[in-house]
């Protein structure tokens, strides 16, 4: 059943054995679960079914720290979440991710990977992915030139695409909305968490509409499953979960940068191998390049990534078509419409750049108008001063905004120089060029350095981790190891801010896995 709030006559009540709050992909992979297992679930959304700028105006707030996006532009807020832009990028955590590493401060899962890896293989389906996972092999087996690194120095990954953009969205949602023991509330922003007046555990959420409508949920279990940012908001807000002053501390991205560029060799080998997606078995697929654990161990680096792309050199003019296509993209909002033509739009982009596009990034590099360069997607090293908190300003509905005082440090950038020094070694020993690296990464101290010619986001990746972290204690983390939080047995979180670290894998993946987690933990906690 599908209702909304705020065209509902009277304010509504509800009871029922599962609470989810937000209905983006964690949501959502959450209640079905439940629902599979022949539990009641209730799915509240703060949005509608499209892009509403006056909703889309309670995720505004505050930027104090490293430059980031503006957070009303960070992510969305209607039925399915910000997959409705999402990329489609899939890729599991590597296993020494969810290891505690003696020189990453902070490190360390209070997980097995074996169990996370259980989940990954259910969850692989859910985005149309087959049950063999994907490698560097698949695409030398396909003919995509691969170099042979040292495997003890340099991996080379692979992201697996989700063919559709829009798989969270309503149209694809009907087995939810028709459940006979499902009911989505749309326009219902929860504004407090209500704790039991024992203070261990949650009775109640209080949600509202922009025009005023009120309702009140009371269930058996919750699960905040409403993003990296308001999970943490939401938890301050009602007063939850902060004992020890951990909730919205470890704020992680997957941040962006240029870490350098190629010099000689074979250029157009490796933009053949790393540029762009390849078309295997009818699966798209894209290559990367990422250090060894035996490196990273040695060394004493992050699990941090790189791609090589042409770009044009640093302090360019940028092109005038990138200039257009970065203002479409940015000015638009995010409507069913204008995500419909962005999505149009990248479709032929990748057909041109599978068809007719592969020589030109060669020959304007040639040009000298391009260079081939490193594209940098990092692993953000977890430190408690990088954090969220409330603000004295409020949204429309009373709820404290957030301020976001994004921080990176020494060890983030000098993962990404070892990586850039092991991938000109490597590259050298192969004939195949060698790396300048960029300046800025000879100076760990001096910060991190985005680059606006590098990407089509050259601050991050809208990866919003870590703020609601996983922990055996309450002095480590927010949440234990099944997704509670501390303190509150039946409060539940869901999501990427769970994380402890995050690996250089895009997090849509794991978030599926852990959600199908979570619902298993709360059926078996219902039965």
Not at 62 to 83: I, K, M, Q, S, W
Not at 276 to 296: E, M, N, S, T
Not at 464 to 487: L, P
């Amino acid at each position: 059943m599908l209702i909304d709030l705020s065209t509902a006559a009277d304010d509504l009540s509800r009871d029922a054995q599962v609470c989810v709050i937000g209905a983006g992909a964690a949501g959502q992979i959450v209640a079905r679960r439940l629902l599979a297992s022949g539990h009641s679930v209730i799915l509240l959304e703060s949005g509608g079914l499209d892009y509403e700028a006056d909703v889309a105006d309670l995720n505004a707030g505050e930027n104090v720290g490293e430059d980031y996006y503006p957070l009303d532009h960070a992510r969305l807020r209607f039925f399915g979440g910000t997959t409705a832009i999402w990329g489609g990028r899939c890729a599991m955590l590597d296993p020494i991710d969810l290891e505690r590493r003696p020189w990453v401060p902070h490190s360390g899962w209070p997980i097995g990977y074996e169990e996370l890896a259980r989940y990954y293989r259910e969850a692989r389906p859910l985005f149309g992915l087959g049950a063999e996972t994907e490698n560097a092999d698949t695409l030398r087996r396909a003919g995509v030139p691969i170099p042979a690194f040292d495997a003890d120095r340099l991996a080379t990954p692979v992201w697996t695409f989700d063919m559709r953009f829009d798989r969270f969205s309503r149209g694809n949602c009907e087995d939810l909305v028709r459940h006979p023991r499902c009911e989505i509330v749309l326009h219902a922003s929860v504004t407090r968490i209500v704790a039991a007046p024992s203070g261990r555990g949650v009775v109640g959420v209080e949600a509202k509409a922009l025009n005023g409508r009120r309702l009140a949920v009371a269930a058996t279990i919750f699960v905040l499953a409403a993003g990296g940012i308001e999970n943490p908001r939401l938890l301050l807000a009602s007063g939850l979960g902060n004992e020890h002053d951990l909730v919205g501390r470890f704020f992680m991205e997957h941040p962006h940068a240029r870490g350098g560029r190629i010099i000689g060799g074979a250029p157009w080998t490796l933009l053949k191998a790393f540029a762009r997606r390849h078309r295997v078995k009818g699966q798209d697929l894209a290559a990367l390049i990422a250090p060894a654990p035996a490196l990273q161990a040695e060394r004493g680096i992050l699990n941090t990534s790189l791609t090589i792309v042409a770009r044009q050199p640093a302090r360019s003019s940028q092109f005038w078509g990138m200039r257009a296509y970065s203002k479409l993209k940015h000015d638009m909002a995010p409507t069913k419409s204008g995500r419909r033509l962005w999505i149009t739009t990248k479709r032929l982009a990748g057909w041109a750049q599978r068809r007719i596009d592969p020589l030109r990034p060669w020959l304007l590099t040639k040009a000298g108008q391009l260079e081939v360069a490193l594209l940098v997607r990092a692993e953000q090293a977890p430190s408690p001063d990088s954090r969220l908190t409330l603000s004295d300003d409020r949204d429309a509905l009373g709820v404290p905004r957030v301020r976001l005082d994004w921080r990176l440090n020494a060890l983030d950038v000098h993962s990404v120089d070892v990586l850039a020094r092991t991938l000109g070694e490597e590259l050298q020993r192969l004939g195949l060029g060698r790396v300048e690296p960029a300046e800025w990464l000879a100076d760990p101290s001096g910060g991190w350095r985005t680059d606006p010619l590098i990407s089509a986001h050259p601050i991050g990746g809208y990866h919003h981790m870590g703020t609601t972290r996983m922990a055996d204690s309450a002095r480590e983390g927010v949440t234990d190891g099944r997704g509670r939080v501390h303190g509150l047995p039946n409060l539940y979180v869901a999501g990427s801010s769970l994380f402890p670290t995050s690996g250089w894998a895009n997090p849509t993946l794991t978030i599926a896995a852990l959600a199908l987690r979570t619902g298993d933990d709360i059926a078996g906690a219902l039965a």
